[in-house]
């Protein structure tokens, strides 16, 4: 039954907030600058001005649309939840109808901006990640396997080969390479928020690592992902994508970031996996930032 506080706000009237609130902007606004980066990468100079306006704008809207049909397929999850149940759907704010139109509105919106102003291949993939996100990911891994995450992580990993594709209309290697670099980091970062919140996922009936392997478990694979994420972000160097810069921040957040995840599999702090968590967002900015940096500013070995 939907409390008093919820009737209450199912009575008020939507405002813009709610529906920004539905685009999950910091998720989204990561994902862009992932994207972002691809686009200046793929380009020795400075890149094409269709490819990195209207490429990234609709990349963002597909990502955008991607999260509002989050909020609806995660309605009842989203109610369960301590971490979400203030989301405009759970609260009664938005109703699943006003949702699905204006994720209709994003998901058209980019698509057209993708087709007509940057390239078809672009579009396609963009719409693969969408798809991949808010139906495969949501509807079918989240429920279905402690792997969901892993799996999953393919379409987050997308963007920066979406803004490569929207300059060079090609699937490149180093692009791969940044897809490899966020896949490889998604573990991780979703596991740490998942030991920080295993009793509500457990309640909500999700199949999060540790929920189903237990915490110890999970820290130990949060530990080896790591592990495989400092091995991986070290590819574009030892490929010469990048140069001495990329370097250095690489090494330098990767330290940081094996240091919470050994202390995250000796000690039992309650604060700690959250800290994990924030410290992986920063990780993976810096780390994007430093790519872009080494572009503009190369000191080769």
Same mark, same amino acid.
Not at 164 to 173: F, G, I, K, L, S
Not at 196 to 206: T, V
């Given at each position: ?20 609130? %539905? ?55 989203? #109610? ?24 209709? &509105? ?17 579009? &396609? ?41 929207? &300059? ?68 574009? =160097? ?19 970031? %094996?240091?919470?995840? =050994? ?6 702090? #309650? #604060? ?30």
């Amino acid at each position: 039954m939907a409390t008093e506080t919820q009737i209450s706000a199912a009575a008020a009237s939507p405002t813009w907030r709610h529906y920004f609130e %539905l685009t999950k902007p910091k998720v989204v606004a990561l994902i862009t600058f992932t994207a972002i980066v691809g686009t200046l990468l793929a380009s020795p100079g400075w890149p094409p001005l269709d490819a990195l306006i209207l490429g990234n704008l609709g990349i963002a809207l597909a990502s955008a649309c991607a999260a509002a049909i989050n909020h609806v397929l995660d309605r009842r999850i989203d #109610e369960q939840m301590a971490r979400t149940r203030a989301r405009p759907l759970a609260t009664g704010h938005l109703k699943e109808r006003q949702a699905l139109a204006f994720a209709a &509105v994003l998901g058209l919106t980019s698509m057209a901006i993708l087709a007509f102003f940057v390239n078809l291949l672009t579009a &396609v993939l963009t719409f693969a990640s969408l798809i991949g996100y808010a139906v495969i990911y949501t509807v079918w891994l989240k429920r279905a396997t402690s792997q969901n995450i892993v799996i999953g992580g393919a379409a987050g990993a997308a963007p920066p080969v979406l803004g490569w594709t929207a &300059v060079t209309h090609h699937v490149d290697p180093h692009a791969l390479l940044l897809f490899l670099i966020i896949f490889v980091w998604t573990p991780p970062h979703f596991w740490a928020l998942a030991i920080a919140r295993r009793d509500e996922y457990a309640k909500a009936g999700i199949p999060m690592l540790p929920v189903t392997h237990g915490v110890e478990y999970t820290r130990l694979h949060v530990l080896l992902y790591t592990v495989l994420l400092f091995i991986v972000t070290l590819l574009p =160097f030892l490929t010469r994508m990048t140069g001495l810069i990329y370097l250095a921040a690489a090494l330098v957040l990767n330290t940081g970031f %094996l240091y919470y995840a =050994f202390a995250l599999k000796i000690t039992a702090r #309650e #604060e700690l996996p959250m800290r994990v968590f924030k410290f992986s967002v920063k990780y993976l900015m810096w780390l994007f930032a430093a790519l872009l940096i080494d572009h503009y500013v190369p000191i080769k070995a």
